[in-house]
Every structure is written in C-alpha cells, then in structure tokens.
C-alpha cells in the first residue's frame, strides 16, 4: 500500500514541458505571420537593393564621388561588406539583452538617417564614412527581421515563409535596376544623390512595418523570464 502511494504520489507530480515551438505549433499561422512577413520582406528587399546600388555606385563618373581606380573601387567595396559584417555580428549581443523590437527601430532609424545624409554627401570621403556606417544598420536589420520570422513561425510554415523572403529580395535588386534606369544616364553617369535619395524610400516603409506591425519576441520574455 504504501509502495501504491509513493507512485501515486510520482505520477501526480509528473508535469509537461512544452517548448516555444509546440505552443507556436498549436497556435498556428494567423495575421500576425502575415504582418512580421511583410516586416521581414522589407528588410529583405531592402538588403538586396542595397547589393545592386553598390555595384552600381562603384563605377560612378560623379565629379564629387568618382573613385579614381581600381584600388579604391575595391577598397570601398571590401570596407561595405565588412560593415555588413559587423551589423549582424552585433544582432546575437544587443538582441539578447534588449530584445528585437527595440533595436530593430533604433537601427532602422539609423538606417534611414545614414542613408539620407549619404545621399548628400559632399565628396567621395565622406560618401565612404557614411555609406560604411549606413551598411553597418542594413546589415543588422536585416539579421534581426529574419530572426523574428524565424521565432514567430510553426515550424510547417517556417521554411516557406523564410524562403519567400528571399524571393522579395530578388525583388529588391529588380527595384535598383529600374530606379538606376530612371535617374542614370548610363552606367557611369546620371544623377548619383538621386539614386541614393529615392533608394531611401523602402528603408521609410521598414522602419514604419518595424514600429506598427511587430510586437516583441516571445522567445525574449522567456528567456527574461516574463
């Protein structure tokens, strides 16, 4: 009887452990999938815009901008990437202690302001310092809007929407190459601030779906233990 007991006893304190996945599993894809997609697909299409306007910028004949050789070409094209680099090494520290949400406004805020004032550069020294530091913010924003899609999605629906996204990056790059073809007279000569200027209005739309449509993650409050 008393070996009964103690087994009663065990079993009454058997408890379940689900996991974040399970929970979003159970509660499916809904509206909000839709809204952090459309979040995540304007950071995407942002990022490849931006690799298409870079190889675009490289070869200007701007008077201001002009990279005078090849060393320079690839000096400033190594430096972009390793921005690129930095921002999304940056997402695993910051996001962990002040979560998505917060950050993802903040440097897609930075993003839009960088990329403004890059447009209005004066000469080709300050078009690197601020395209280094704008490339800096694309490249963590982009990190952190997939992570979010990546966390909020049932793991039936999660390799699709991710896959998607790569598809509005294709869209991205496609945007580029109309907007060069409105404001460039060719491949070397146009109108450079122009293309960087009107290149900052999907970087207006992230940062609008960041703030409007996003709540912060779920899997932060539960590592925060909230």
Known sequence: KKTGSKIGES??????????????????????????????SAFSFIHGMEG?????????????????SKSEMTLFGVLVYVSYFIGSMLVGPICDKFGRKRPLIIMAFLMN???LLSALALDKSAL??????????????????YALLTEFSPKHNRGKLLNATKII?????????LLSYLVLSNLENGNW??????????????????????DESGRYYIQKNK
């Open 11 to 40: 079993r009454s304190e058997e408890r379940i452990y689900l996991s974040f996945d399970d929970i979003l599993n159970d509660l499916g894809s809904g509206k909000y999938q839709i809204l952090v997609f459309i979040t995540s």
């Open 128 to 145: 690197i310092f601020l395209r280094i530091l704008y490339h800096i913010f694309v490249g963590f924003t982009y990190i952190v809007s």
């Open 52 to 68: 298409t306007i870079l190889s675009l910028l490289i070869n200007n004949k701007d008077p201001q901008w002009h990279f005078s």
């Open 193 to 214: 601030p122009a293309l960087l200027g009107f290149s900052n209005i999907p970087h207006i739309i992230g940062l609008i779906c960041a703030v409007f449509l996003i």
């Open 113 to 115: 302001l960088f990329g």
């Open 169 to 177: 990056f294709i869209f991205g790059e496609l945007f580029a190459c």
